[in-house]
């Protein structure tokens, strides 16, 4: 068995390793002891690094990086090692660009943007904005209430004029929120991976390559880089909160998709910020707890106890925190997928007969399934 031709590795500041697949252009960290494990594969390597691990170890993580496409069995034709991105269902990732070059063409515009002076004024709007809406939460609510009882937020019926605005807006944030990430991260570590469009869940979202904080060391300036896309949502809900209420107390007028952009604006800010899926929560959390792949680790850790995988990898981390982190996890999935699924059975319903509608659910989940039994077979999640 050899290392992958199309890997290479890295030591980081912090003494892991960053693995880039030059084919895929995937980036990252494995701990220390995986890393010089692999090193031992690579041909090229005269040096054999001692690594105190069983035969048992060694045999699953050879399986693991195997699986993964790390690994390659040098007796097999090229062909069938050639890497392939495995389709994942939960997250099909439909184009992506290269920034990188672009971004240093606006490197002096990135620098400012993410300086310390801008900041402070996205923090100023913010806490304007939440000063303005509490000085008039009387008359926030009353709106709100109009909203509501006039059925114009839970039945969606709002004039178009407005939904399409509110539609507009929020595609907008959205990018938005993917640049905090991407100009962030640009100052941060001078580099930024692909940036591209996937569905989550089959929702429509934008994804940033931030591989690249994996290399350094600092904390703060990891989480902020994590934390950036959300920063700027709320600060997008202030403006627009702000100009709604002085719009309407000084000339009259009421543009209630700001309100209701902001609301969903700040909504989606929060879900964003939900731990138990792959979010920025999730990765927020990570850095904080220093816990790498708590995620796959805590749904190893309850497949082998529900005995359906062997003996899973997590021989540092606590048990109850394993077990809790991975309940959360498993329901917060299903929650995801109930709440997709019926947004799709919504949408298909609208242009194809309900039990046609109801044919092509039922294939989605059967994928679903499919694919999760895959994935907790080869352990990998
Ligand atoms: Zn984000």
């Not at 030059?22 to 001692?50: C, D, H, M, Q, W």
């Not at 660009?97 to 300086?115: D, P």
Request: proline share 2%; glycine share 4%.
């Amino acid at each position: 068995m050899i290392i992958h031709p199309a890997i290479c590795m890295e030591r980081t500041e912090d003494n892991d390793f960053l693995v880039c697949n030059l084919e895929s252009n995937e980036t990252y960290k494995i701990g220390l002891a995986e890393g010089l494990f692999l090193n031992n594969y690579n041909p090229n390597n005269k040096e054999r690094n001692v690594i105190d691990w069983d035969n048992d170890r060694i045999k699953q993580a050879e399986t693991f990086f195997l699986e993964a496409g790390l690994l390659v069995d040098e007796s097999l034709p090229l062909v069938t090692r050639k890497q392939k991105e495995r389709f994942n269902i939960t997250r099909i990732k439909i184009c992506k660009f290269e920034i990188n070059n672009a971004l240093n063409k606006v490197q002096r515009i990135v620098m400012f943007l993410t300086s310390k002076i801008c900041i402070t004024f996205y923090f100023a709007i913010i806490l304007i904005g939440i000063i303005l809406a509490f000085t008039n939460k009387g008359f926030l609510f009353n709106k709100l209430n109009n909203l509501i009882t006039s059925g114009q937020i839970h039945e969606f019926n709002i004039d178009p004029s407005s939904f399409i605005l509110v539609y507009i807006l929020v595609i907008i944030a959205m990018f938005i929120h993917e640049f905090g990430h991407i100009f962030m991260c640009k100052r941060i570590c001078g580099k930024v991976g692909k940036v591209g469009i996937m569905l989550y869940f089959l929702q429509p979202a934008l994804f940033s390559d931030l591989t690249c904080l994996y290399t350094i060391n600092n904390k703060k300036e990891k989480i902020k880089a994590l934390f950036s896309g959300i920063f700027i949502q709320w600060f997008l809900s202030a403006i627009a909160i702000i100009n709604y209420i002085l719009l309407n107390k000084t000339f009259n007028i009421d543009l209630e998709f700001l309100l209701i952009f902001s609301l969903i604006n700040i909504f989606i800010s929060f879900y964003n910020l939900i731990p138990f899926t792959k979010l920025d929560g999730y990765w927020i959390v990570s850095f904080i707890l220093n816990k790498q792949n708590l995620y796959q680790k805590s749904l190893s850790f309850i497949f082998s106890k529900l005995k359906i995988v062997s003996k899973p990898n997590v021989a540092k981390e606590k048990k109850s925190i394993l077990l809790a982190y991975g309940i959360a996890a498993i329901i917060f999935y299903i929650l995801f997928w109930g709440f997709s699924l019926t947004q799709i059975y919504g949408l298909l319903e609208l242009v194809v007969a309900s039990p046609i509608a109801m044919g092509l659910v039922t294939i989605i989940i059967f994928i679903i399934i499919y694919q999760l039994f895959c994935r907790v077979k080869f352990n990998k999640y």
